[in-house]
C-alpha cells in the first residue's frame, strides 16, 4: 500500500535543548487513519504541529524527515509549506470554542480556506461553504453560513473545523485530540463523522488521543507515545488483542470497567516524568513492574516482530536476557466481595425530595425577572451508608448544581435534603456549620481545588480549624500525618505547596483534605475528568479502598460510565435538570430503559469491540432556561410521540429499584 | 542640645512606609513560595542595575527625611529658640552646595556669571565684563587655569570614586555570585556610578557643577533636593491607594449585590471625573484653607508640607479606581476557583475566607500596579507642579524646577543647564523605575510565566 | 440592544449627581463663601461689608442645601447648590467669576482645541498601532526588543520635555514653524503642526507597548494557530484576525477619551497660546476662579461619560458576542 505520510526520525525540542519528540518515525497509508496515543505531556501533540511546521514560540525542530505525497516538508520555503497548510493537510484542534475566530462568521472562515487553496471567491465560494456546512452535518446551512461560533453548540463548532478542513480537499487530516472537550454523545457524533468523510474522500487522518476506546474506534495502525518516543506501533488488533509492552498492557489494564468491580485497577505508579529528565535507559523504567538493572542502564532499541508488530522494550529485543520467559503482569489486589454495609442502619445517610435550584433570568431596563434557569428542577435521591450513588449526565444537564446545592454552597430554591435526619435546606450560618462536617466535596479540576498560596498542611488543617475539630494543634498536626499516609503521599510533603504536586497527587491532597473532617458522604464532582487513565486509576483504586476502610458514602458525579460501572452501586441519570432513569448499576447500565440512557451507553467508546448498534442523538442538549414542553428528551427521542411532546412522564418502575420517567414503557402494575 | 528634630507629616508617612516595607521584606523572607518570583527579579540584570539607580536615588531621599531645626544662639527669656529653617542631614551633607549661592545664573564649571554686568571700577569708570563668582572656581586667581583645574579633579575625583567602587564591588562579588545574581553588570554599573559620584563630589568642592539658576542657587543641588519629592509623590500616594483599592475592590467582587453597586458607583464617578481636573480643584481649595489658616503652621516648611501630603491623597484618591476595578474582576473571578468553594464547605467564614485565600492571590496583581504607578506619579509631580496644582511652590521638586527654567528656553543666549539636569535626573529615576516594575510584572505575572515555561 | 443602551444612559443620571454632589462639597463644604471671598479679595481689603457685597455678587450669599427661609419649591431652589449647580445639567454653565458666561467660552474654545485634539488622536492611533504591529511581526527579534526598549525610555521622558524641547528646536532653532499662537481658519495650520507632531510622540512609548502587548495576547490564542493551519500568510493572519480580534480591548481604551478631545491639552495648549479649552482651564485655576473649574468638572465628566455609552456602542459593533446577546 502507498503511504502518504513517512516520517523518519523527528525531533522536536525546546531552546534549552530538550527533547519533547525524540526520534519519532511513522507512516500512514492512503485512506487510512493512524493514531498516536499517549497521556498528556508525552509529546504527541508536538509531534502533529513539528509536521506542519505550526511549534510555538520557544519548541524548534532539531532533526528528521517527513514526507507527505512525495514532498519533503521541511525542505519546503514558508511560502511553499503554506499551501501545504489547510490544502495537501489540514488539521483541526481539541478546543472547537477557541479555535474558531470568534468575530469572523463561519462562511468567512472557512471562505478564506476556499480562496487560499481553491482560487474559489465570491458566490461560488459561498455555494461552497453552504455545501460544506450540509456535508459536515450542519442542519439548516444556508443560515448557519452566516452565524458566529458563539451561536453554535461545541459540536456544531467541531463540525464547521471539519468543514474548514475539508474545504481544501486535505490528502491528510490532522486531529489532535477532536473529541476530548465534546460530550461522550457528541463525540460519538463527530468520530461517525470523521469516519464518513474518510471513506468518502479517501484522506488519512493523523488522530492524536488519549483514549483508548477513540483508537479501538477509528484507528487502523496505532502508536503509543510515552515521554517523547514511541514505544509501540501495531494494527488496531495487535494492539488492542496482544499489547507487548509493559505501558501499553496496564494502560489497557487500568481501564476501569465492569468487570473489575471487586478488584483494584493496574494503576501505574508514579507520573510522567519531566522532558528531557531521562537520557539513558528505558524512560518507562521506574514506573514498570518488569523492568531489571538492564532497563535503567541502556536504551531499548526499536524491535519489530514477525508479523509487523514494534515494540521499544529490552523484552523483546536481543539484547533482552529473558526474552521469552514472559512473565504476566501480577494481578492487582482483590477487594472484599462484600462492602462493610452496617446492617442495623439501612435507612439512608442523605435523602433528597424534590430539591430544585433555579437562577433567575433578568433583562430590560430595570433587569427584571423574566423568567429560570432552571438547573435543577425537582431531584430525589437517597444514598444509604457506604455505598455510592453516582450521578450521570453530559455536560449543563445540572450535575454539579445538584451537588453543591446538597452541600448548600448554592441555596437551594425549594426541596428538602436531609442529613441522617437532620434538616439542612434554610439553616442559619452557625446551625449550618454544626453540620458541615458530615458531608464533603472533591471537586473536579485539581489545579483549582488547591489554594496555591497555603502549604499541605494548612489546606488540610483548615477545615478542622473552622469546625473546631480534633482538639488542639498538635492533635491535628498528627492527624494531618496520618490522613497524608492515608492517601498515599510522604508526611513530608505537608511543608510543600501545591505548585510542587501532579495532578494525581492533588486530586490525593483534596481528598485528604475532604477526610481531615471525618465526614461519613463525600460528594465527588468529576474527580478524575482532568488526570490521565493511570493516575485515574490509582483515584478510583484509593476512592474504593476509602470506602472499604471508613464505610464512607459516595455520590460521585460523573459523565464517564465506565468508572459508573467500575464504582457505583447505584446510578442515576440525569437530563436537562430532571433525573430519568435511576436503578443499580447492573439494572441502568445493562437494562437501560430510557431512550436517553440507552443513547449515552451506546456512545460509549469500547476497547473490546462489542459495539452494540449506535443510537444517533439528534440535536443538542436544550437550554434549561427555555425546557422543551412535554418530556424534555422528546425532541431528541426517535421513539417520541405526541403524548411525550404534551406531557412529562411519570416514573415507571420495572422492578423495586430501577424505575425511568418516559412514555414508551405502560405501566407496570407492582 | 543644638538642634531639635522635626518630624514633617511626611517623615511620618516614609517612615510609616519604611517599616511597612521592611515587614514584608522580612515576612517574604520567610515563605520560600513567596521568595520564588523575587529570585527572578533577582537574576534580571536589568533588573538589578535599575535597583541599583534606585536604591542610590531612595538613600539621597531618606537622608533628605531626617529633619531638624538649628538652636539659635540668641534665647527669648531663657527658653530656646529654633531657626525657622528646617533643615535635613542631606542639606548638612551638602551644606556647601546649599550656602555657596551665586547672584544669579552661570553656566555649569563656570568661574564667571553668564550676563555681562556693569561694574564700576576703583578709578571710577564702569565696564561691562562677566563679572567672577563668588565661589564657582575662586580658588583660582586666573580663569585660564579653570581647564586645568577642572581636568586634574575630575580625574583625581573619578579616581577616588572608581577605587571605592571598585572595594564595594569586590567585597560584595562573591555573596552576589552565591545566589545567582547577575554579577557582572551590577559590577560594572556599580563602577560607573561610583567613578560619577566621585568626579562629581571633586568637583563640586569647588565649581557649580551643573551651574546655578536665576537667583543663584546651585543647580547640583536643587536636583538632589527634587528626589525627596518625586519620591514622596511616588511612594506615599500608595499608602491611600492600597487600601482603598484592595478594601474595596475585594469587598466587591466578594460580596457582591448592593455593596458591589455601591463600590461601583463611587468609582465610576471618581474616574469619571478628569483627574487633572479634581485634583486642581482639590488642591485649589487646599490652598484657600491653608492661606485662611496661617495660624497652624509654625515654620513654612511644615505648610509646603501639609500640601504635599496633601497632594499625596488627593492623587491617591483619584488613581485608586484603576486597581480597585482590576481587583474587583480578579476577586469576581477567584471566588468562583474551587478552593475558595471547599473553604466554603467547610464553613470557613467571609473574613477568614478573604485573608487566607483571596487576599494572597490578588497581591501580586497589587504589587505589579503599585511599581507599575510608581513612575507615572513621578511624571504628574512634574506637570502638576508645573500647571500650579502641584507642590507648593516653595518646595524644590523637578516640576518647580521645570517651571522656573522654562522661560530660560527664550533667553539669548540660552540658559540650558536647569532645564537639562532636571531632565537627566527625571529620567534616571523614571527610567530605572519603569526597567524595575517591568522585570516585576515579568516575575510575578502567571500569564506571562506560562509562556516563559513554554520558551 | 436598545434596552441595553437606554440602561446605559439612564444610569448616567446618578453618576452626574454624584459628580455634582462631589464638586460641591469640595468647593463649599470645605471652605465656607466667606473664605472663598477673603480669598478673592485678598488680605488687605477685607472687610465684612466687601465680604458680604463679593458674596451677593457672585450668588453666595444663600444657604447650601435647603433655604428655610423661602417657600414653596425656593426651598430648594434658592440655595447655593441649585443655583450653581442644577443649570449644569441642561449645559447652563452660569457666570464665570470674573463675570463671562462660560457657556460662551466654551462653545468658542472648542473649535481650536479640537484643531489639536483630533489630529493628535487620530495620527497617534494609526502610528501607536503600526508601531505595534510591526514590533509584533518581528516579536522576539532584535527589532522587538530595540522597540520595546525605545517605548520604555520614550515613556520615561516627561510630557514637558517632549514640549520644551520641540519648540527649542523645531521653533528657536530651525525656525520652522511659530512657537506659539493661532490663528482662525488655514492660519491656524502652522501652528498646530508642531503641537500635533509633539502630542504624537509624547505618547508613542506608552501607547505602542500597551497595543503591543494586546497583539502578543491575541497571537497566543488557539484560533491564530487554527488560522496558520489554513496555510494564511503570517501578515494576513496579523490582519485579518489578530487585528480584528484586538480591536476589542483597544476600543475600551480609545473610544472613551474621543469626546473627552473636546477638552484639549491643558499642558499643549497653554505652552503653544492655543485659545481653546485647555488653556481657558489652566487660566482658571491660575486665577482660581472657581465657576469656571466647577464647569468644567462637569463637562469633563459629562463627556467621559458620553465616552462610555460610546464604547458601549462600539463593542456591539465590533464584537458579535455583544450584539448578540
Not at chain 1, 174 to 198: K, S, Y
Not at chain 1, 503 to 528: F, H, K, M, N, Y
Not at chain 2, 113 to 129: D, H, P, Q, T
Request: charged share 15%; net charge positive.
Amino acid at each position: 500500500m502507498d503511504s502518504i505520510l513517512r516520517v523518519s526520525g523527528l525531533i522536536t525540542q525546546l531552546h534549552n535543548g530538550a527533547r519533547i519528540v525524540d526520534d519519532i518515525s511513522f507512516g500512514i497509508n492512503a485512506g487510512e487513519t493512524y493514531a498516536l496515543l499517549g497521556e498528556s505531556g508525552c509529546g504527541k501533540s508536538m509531534t502533529a504541529l513539528s509536521l506542519l511546521r505550526l511549534l510555538p514560540d520557544g519548541v524548534v525542530r532539531a532533526g528528521g524527515t517527513a514526507q507527505l505525497d512525495g514532498v519533503d516538508l521541511f525542505g519546503l520555503r514558508e511560502s511553499d509549506m503554506r499551501a501545504v497548510r489547510g490544502g495537501t493537510s489540514a488539521m483541526i484542534f481539541q478546543e472547537p470554542g477557541l479555535s474558531l475566530n470568534p468575530v469572523m462568521t463561519v462562511g468567512a472562515q472557512i471562505a478564506e480556506v476556499l480562496a487560499l487553496h481553491q482560487d474559489m471567491r465570491g458566490m461560488a465560494a459561498q455555494q461552497r461553504c453552504i455545501a460544506l456546512l450540509d456535508q459536515v452535518g450542519i442542519p439548516d446551512a444556508a443560515r448557519r453560513v452566516t452565524e458566529y461560533p458563539m451561536q453554535l453548540s461545541g459540536g456544531m463548532k467541531q463540525r464547521v473545523m471539519i468543514a474548514m478542513a475539508l474545504a481544501g480537499q486535505p490528502k491528510l487530516l490532522v486531529a489532535d485530540e477532536p473529541t476530548t472537550a465534546l460530550d461522550v454523545t457528541t463525540q460519538a457524533q463527530v468520530l461517525q463523522l470523521l469516519r464518513d468523510t474518510q471513506s468518502a474522500s479517501g484522506m488519512s487522518i493523523l488522530l492524536i488521543t488519549h483514549d483508548l476506546g477513540v483508537v479501538a474506534q477509528m484507528a487502523h495502525q496505532a502508536g503509543v507515545m510515552y515521554a517523547g518516543q514511541i514505544v509501540e506501533q501495531a494494527s488496531r488488533a495487535q494492539l488492542l488483542s496482544r499489547p507487548l509492552h509493559p505501558y501499553t498492557q496496564k494502560l489497557l489494564a487500568a481501564l476501569p470497567d465492569a468487570n473489575q468491580r471487586n478488584r483494584a485497577l493496574a494503576a501505574i505508579p508514579g507520573s510522567v516524568p519531566a522532558l528531557g529528565s531521562i537520557t539513558r535507559g528505558c524512560r518507562f523504567a521506574a514506573r514498570c513492574d518488569q523492568a531489571w538493572a538492564l532497563c535503567n542502564e541502556q536504551t531499548p532499541a526499536w524491535t519489530v516482530l514477525n508479523d509487523g508488530h514494534g515494540v521499544r522494550c529490552h523484552l523483546y529485543g536481543n539484547t533482552g536476557l529473558r526474552t521469552r520467559d514472559l512473565v504476566p503482569s501480577p494481578q492487582p489486589p482483590a477487594f472484599s466481595l462484600q462492602p462493610p454495609v452496617p446492617s442495623h442502619q439501612p435507612s439512608a445517610l442523605l435523602q433528597v425530595k424534590d430539591l430544585r435550584v433555579h437562577f433567575p433570568i433578568r433583562k430590560g431596563i430595570l433587569k427584571t425577572v423574566v423568567g429560570q434557569v432552571k438547573a435543577v428542577d425537582g431531584v430525589s435521591l437517597e444514598i444509604p451508608q457506604g455505598r455510592t450513588l453516582a450521578l450521570v449526565g453530559e455536560s449543563g444537564c445540572g450535575k454539579t448544581t445538584l451537588g453543591k446545592a446538597l452541600l448548600q454552597l448554592i441555596p437551594p430554591t425549594a426541596g428538602s435534603v436531609q442529613f441522617a435526619g437532620h434538616e439542612l435546606t434554610g439553616l442559619d450560618a452557625r446551625k449550618l456549620r454544626a453540620r458541615r462536617s458530615t458531608m464533603q466535596m472533591v471537586f473536579q479540576d485539581p489545579y483549582a481545588s488547591l489554594n496555591p498560596k497555603m502549604r499541605v498542611a494548612e489546606i488540610l488543617e483548615e477545615g478542622m480549624t473552622a469546625l473546631g475539630l480534633h482538639g488542639d494543634s498538635s492533635a491535628r498536626q498528627s492527624l494531618v500525618d496520618s490522613l497524608l499516609d492515608q492517601v498515599g503521599l510522604a508526611r513530608i510533603s505537608k511543608w510543600r505547596y501545591p505548585h510542587e504536586f501532579s495532578g494525581g497527587q492533588r486530586q490525593r491532597i483534596a481528598i485528604a483534605r475532604a477526610l481531615a473532617v471525618s465526614p461519613r458522604l463525600l460528594i465527588c464532582d468529576e474527580p478524575t475528568s482532568a488526570l490521565d487513565v493511570s493516575v485515574q486509576a490509582q483515584i478510583l483504586n484509593l476512592l474504593k479502598s476509602l470506602q472499604q476502610q471508613l464505610g464512607l458514602s459516595y455520590l460521585f458525579i460523573t459523565h464517564n460510565l465506565a468508572v459508573v460501572e467500575y464504582l457505583a452501586h447505584e446510578v442515576c441519570v440525569m437530563y436537562l435538570g430532571r433525573i430519568v432513569e435511576r436503578g443499580t448499576a447492573e439494572e441502568v447500565l445493562r437494562k437501560p430503559r430510557h431512550p436517553y440512557t440507552q443513547a449515552l451507553l451506546s456512545a460509549v467508546p469500547r476497547i473490546d469491540g462489542a459495539q452494540t448498534e449506535r443510537i444517533r442523538l439528534e440535536g443538542d442538549l436544550p437550554s434549561p432556561s427555555n425546557p422543551p414542553p412535554g418530556c424534555h428528551f422528546a425532541p431528541r427521542c426517535s421513539h417520541a410521540t405526541e403524548l411525550c411532546r404534551r406531557a412529562y412522564p411519570e416514573n415507571k418502575m420495572f422492578s423495586s429499584t430501577h424505575g425511568a420517567h418516559c412514555h414508551l414503557y405502560p405501566d407496570i402494575p407492582d | 542640645m543644638s538642634f531639635m528634630p522635626v518630624i514633617l507629616w511626611s517623615d511620618a508617612l516614609v517612615f510609616l512606609l519604611l517599616a511597612a516595607g521592611i515587614s514584608c521584606a522580612w515576612y517574604v523572607r520567610q515563605h520560600e513560595h513567596l521568595l520564588l518570583p523575587w529570585r527572578r527579579v533577582a537574576q534580571n540584570p536589568t533588573a538589578m542595575v535599575s535597583l541599583l539607580v534606585l536604591s542610590l536615588f531612595l538613600l539621597v531621599g531618606l537622608l533628605d527625611t531626617l529633619h531638624y531645626r538649628v538652636l539659635l544662639p540668641e534665647n527669648n527669656n531663657g527658653q530656646k529658640v529654633y531657626s525657622p529653617e528646617v533643615l535635613s542631614v542631606f542639606d548638612k551633607l551638602l551644606a556647601p552646595l546649599r550656602t555657596h549661592t551665586e547672584k544669579t545664573y552661570s553656566a555649569p564649571l563656570a568661574m564667571t556669571l553668564y550676563a555681562k554686568e556693569s561694574i564700576s571700577e576703583a578709578n571710577g569708570l564702569v565696564s561691562r565684563e562677566y563679572p567672577r563668582l563668588r565661589y564657582g572656581g575662586a580658588h583660582l586667581s586666573d580663569p585660564q587655569q579653570r581647564d586645568g583645574d577642572v581636568l586634574k579633579r575630575g580625574l583625581s575625583g573619578a579616581l577616588a570614586g572608581l577605587l571605592a567602587g571598585l572595594l564595594i564591588a569586590l567585597s560584595g562579588k562573591r555573596p552576589l555570585a552565591r545566589h545567582g545574581w547577575p554579577v557582572r553588570p551590577l559590577l560594572i554599573a556599580t563602577l560607573i556610578i561610583f567613578t560619577v559620584i566621585g568626579m562629581t563630589a571633586d568637583l563640586a568642592g569647588a565649581y557649580h557643577v551643573l551651574g546655578t539658576d536665576k537667583v543663584g542657587q546651585d543647580v547640583l543641588y536643587l536636583s538632589l533636593k527634587s528626589i525627596r519629592t518625586g519620591l514622596i509623590i511616588g511612594t506615599v500616594t500608595t499608602l491611600v491607594t492600597l487600601p482603598l483599592a484592595l478594601l474595596l475592590g475585594i469587598a466587591a467582587g466578594y460580596l457582591r449585590g448592593w455593596v458591589d453597586d455601591v463600590i461601583q458607583y463611587i468609582y465610576t464617578v471618581l474616574s469619571s471625573i478628569p483627574s487633572v481636573l479634581l485634583i486642581a480643584a482639590a488642591v485649589l481649595m487646599m490652598q484657600v484653607t491653608i492661606d485662611t489658616h496661617p495660624q497652624w503652621f509654625d515654620t513654612s516648611a511644615s505648610r509646603a508640607d501639609l500640601r504635599l501630603v496633601f497632594l499625596c491623597l488627593i492623587l491617591g484618591v483619584t488613581s485608586w479606581t484603576g486597581l480597585c476595578r482590576l481587583l474587583r474582576g480578579e476577586t469576581l473571578k477567584l471566588r468562583e476557583m474551587e478552593y475558595i468553594q471547599a473553604a466554603q464547605a467547610f464553613g470557613v467564614p467571609s473574613l477568614r475566607i478573604l485573608t487566607r485565600h483571596i487576599l494572597p492571590n490578588v497581591m501580586h496583581i497589587v504589587l505589579i500596579s503599585l511599581v507599575m504607578d510608581f513612575s507615572g506619579l513621578v511624571l504628574a509631580e512634574a506637570v502638576l507642579s508645573y500647571v500650579g496644582v502641584g507642590v507648593d511652590p516653595s518646595m524644590i521638586s523637578f516640576g518647580t524646577m521645570i517651571n522656573a527654567a522654562r522661560l530660560e528656553m527664550g533667553r539669548d543666549p540660552v540658559v540650558w543647564w536647569a532645564l537639562a539636569s532636571a531632565f537627566g535626573f527625571m529620567l534616571a529615576l523614571v527610567l530605572a523605575a519603569n526597567l524595575f516594575a517591568d522585570a516585576v510584572r515579568d516575575a510575578f505575572d502567571p500569564r506571562l510565566n506560562r509562556s516563559a515555561v513554554a520558551a | 440592544m436598545l434596552a441595553y443602551l437606554l440602561r446605559r444612559i439612564l444610569y448616567a443620571i446618578p453618576i452626574l449627581i454624584g459628580v455634582n454632589l462631589l464638586t460641591f462639597a469640595l468647593f463649599f463644604v470645605v471652605n465656607t463663601p466667606d473664605d472663598m471671598a477673603r480669598m478673592q479679595l485678598g488680605i488687605k481689603r477685607v472687610t465684612p461689608e466687601a465680604i458680604a457685597k463679593w458674596e451677593h455678587q457672585h450668588g453666595y450669599d444663600k444657604p447650601l442645601l435647603l433655604n428655610f427661609s423661602a417657600s414653596g419649591t425656593g426651598k430648594i431652589s434658592d440655595t447655593i447648590f441649585w443655583q450653581k449647580s442644577a443649570g449644569m445639567f441642561v449645559l447652563d454653565f452660569g457666570y464665570s467669576d470674573d463675570g463671562r458666561n462660560i457657556g460662551r467660552e466654551i462653545s468658542t474654545r472648542m473649535g481650536p482645541s479640537l484643531a489639536i485634539a483630533l489630529p493628535t488622536f487620530l495620527v497617534g492611533l494609526v502610528v501607536y498601532v503600526s508601531f505595534a504591529l510591526l514590533m509584533t511581526l518581528f516579536r522576539g527579534t532584535a527589532l522587538d526588543i530595540a522597540g520595546v526598549g525605545l517605548c520604555v525610555l520614550l515613556m520615561s521622558v516627561s510630557a514637558l520635555f517632549y514640549i520644551i524641547g520641540g519648540q527649542f528646536v523645531v521653533s528657536k532653532l530651525w525656525h520652522l514653524v511659530p512657537i506659539s499662537g493661532y490663528e482662525s481658519n488655514l492660519g491656524a495650520v502652522k501652528f498646530v503642526v508642531l503641537p500635533i507632531f509633539i502630542g504624537v510622540i509624547g505618547s508613542i512609548g506608552s501607547s505602542s507597548r500597551w497595543y503591543r502587548t494586546i497583539f502578543l495576547e491575541e497571537i497566543g490564542k488557539d484560533y491564530v494557530r487554527t488560522a496558520r493551519a489554513k496555510g494564511l500568510s503570517e501578515m494576513a493572519v496579523l490582519f485579518r484576525h489578530v487585528l480584528k480580534n484586538a480591536m476589542i480591548p483597544i476600543l475600551t481604551g480609545v473610544v472613551v477619551v474621543i469626546p473627552l478631545l473636546f477638552m484639549g491639552s491643558l499642558l499643549t495648549e497653554s505652552f503653544f497660546g492655543i485659545p481653546g479649552l485647555g488653556s481657558y482651564t489652566i487660566d482658571a485655576i491660575n486665577a482660581q476662579d472657581f465657576s469656571v473649574v466647577r464647569a468644567m468638572v462637569f463637562l469633563g465628566s459629562l463627556l467621559y461619560i458620553v465616552g462610555l455609552i460610546l464604547t458601549d456602542i462600539s463593542y456591539t459593533i465590533v464584537d458579535p458576542r455583544v450584539r448578540l446577546q
